[in-house]
């Protein structure tokens, strides 16, 4: 709403129309306090704003008076309100240009297609000869600026479409402000307000763009209201139609381990590591946790004092259950730790297939494979290996994952 607001000030910003003058005086007190407020709530810059201003009166000029391929350049003072404009020329050197006297048709045929040559438009170029006598240090591509002539008939039609252009511009400029903002947050965890629940997907207002967490980013049995706060992870920011859309999701296994890194100032350091996460959204979750320094206990790092760390990231999960291991380089060790609570017997290693065979007792087995193979399962997530439960019981039975 305050960008509508914004923008309506803006476009109320009419031209004092002035005979024989290209000097418009804008109503600067209106102008002055739009720039203010786009710079103090949307972040868009004072002198980005002043570049839009000036590229759309020079597009509004060239569409009135302008020639075919003529750099025109519109020069806003900020304090008088005043605009003059300008013509640019580039300066060129005859040997790199077609020129008009050139009678070879096919040869500027073949040379345009080869791209080595470009024709002589006078209202753009300029030959180096000729740019010498004006400024005598000219050199090629420098630019040769001269004052355009007044129009007493600059008009309404102009204005009107120097400020639509301005409006536009307003758009991309904050279009741009916010993606800068919300690009440097990606990865991160962010919050917002619900604003709406349709078709399964929760729509929240982050203040400058609207985040939406799909119903596969949500945690299953979740329920938000509108007005209620939600945290979420911000793992895409795209543009559409409609704006800027941040990609949020509470089922993320990125969410877990940035919700431990807020709770774990040992990982914010460096000093413990995140190695591998598996998880299934409000069920369960296994995180992998290292440290190369042997001062330091990984998993009591996450645990905190009395459990209050991981009570909190559980809390936040709607009491999801999280398994934390330590992570070890020898696969045999790692998913045997992966697998916990159960016991393990032995393991058997199947490298070029990356395979796991995982002897349990029977009275471990069903401990190994969790309830509907949701440890197992969760297991082979987290170490990247497949395994299977076989039983050393006389009736032996196996799970594979």
């Known amino acids: 709403m305050k960008n509508l607001a914004i923008i309506s000030k803006f476009a109320s910003i009419s031209p004092h ?10 109503d600067l007190k209106v102008i002055h306090s739009v720039l203010q407020q786009l710079e103090e709530e949307r972040g868009i810059p004072k002198a980005k704003m002043l570049e839009a201003i000036e590229l759309a009166l020079a597009t509004a000029y060239k569409k009135e008076y302008g020639k075919k391929g003529q750099i025109v350049r519109a020069v806003f003072d900020n304090d008088s309100g005043k605009v003059e404009f300008y013509q640019v020329k580039i300066v060129v050197d005859e040997s790199k240009v077609i020129m008009e006297d050139e009678e070879d048709e096919q040869d500027i045929k073949n040379m345009a297609e080869e791209n080595i040559r470009v024709r002589f438009n006078p209202e753009h170029h300029m030959l180096l000869n000729d740019a010498k006598k004006i400024k005598k240090d000219a050199k090629l591509d420098d630019e040769i600026i001269f004052p355009l002539e007044e129009k007493g008939d600059y008009g309404r039609i102009a204005a009107q479409t ?9 758009r991309e400029a904050e279009k741009t402000s916010v993606l800068g903002e919300y690009a440097a947050k990606e990865g991160e965890i962010v919050s917002g ?61 990125k969410f877990l381990s940035k919700l431990f890194e807020v ?5 914010a350091q460096g000093v413990v590591e995140v190695k591998a996460i598996a998880r ?3 069920a369960r979750s296994k995180i992998a946790v290292f440290s190369s320094d042997s001062h330091i ?11 209050v760390r991981v009570s909190t990231v559980m809390s936040e999960l709607a009491g999801e259950k999280i398994d934390i291991i330590q992570w070890n380089e020898n696969p045999s060790v790692f998913i045997q730790e992966s697998l916990s609570p159960a016991k393990i017997q032995k393991i058997d290693l199947n490298t070029e297939e990356k395979r796991a065979t995982v002897h349990v007792s029977e009275d471990q087995q069903s401990l190994a494979i969790g309830k509907g193979g949701q440890n197992v399962r969760l297991a082979a997530k987290l170490t990247g290996w497949k395994i299977d439960i ?12």
């Open 280 to 282: 299934e959204a409000g």
């Open 263 to 267: 709770e774990a100032p040992e990982i």
């Open 17 to 26: 129309y002035k005979v024989n003058t290209i000097k418009y005086m804008f």
């Open 297 to 307: 206990d990984p998993i009591g790092s996450l645990v905190g004092q009395r459990g």
């Open 193 to 253: 307000t619900v604003q709406r629940v349709e078709r399964g997907a929760i729509f929240v207002d982050m203040g400058r763009a609207m985040g939406i967490v799909s119903y596969e980013d949500q945690i299953p049995n979740e329920h938000y209201k509108q007005g209620e706060r939600i945290r979420a992870y911000l793992y895409a920011v795209e543009e559409s139609p409609k704006g800027i859309l941040l990609k949020l999701s509470r089922s993320h296994p």
């Open 390 to 401: 076989q039983s050393t019981g006389t009736k032996s039975e196996a799970a594979s994952v």
């Open 162 to 170: 120097a400020k639509q252009v301005i409006i536009q511009k307003i």
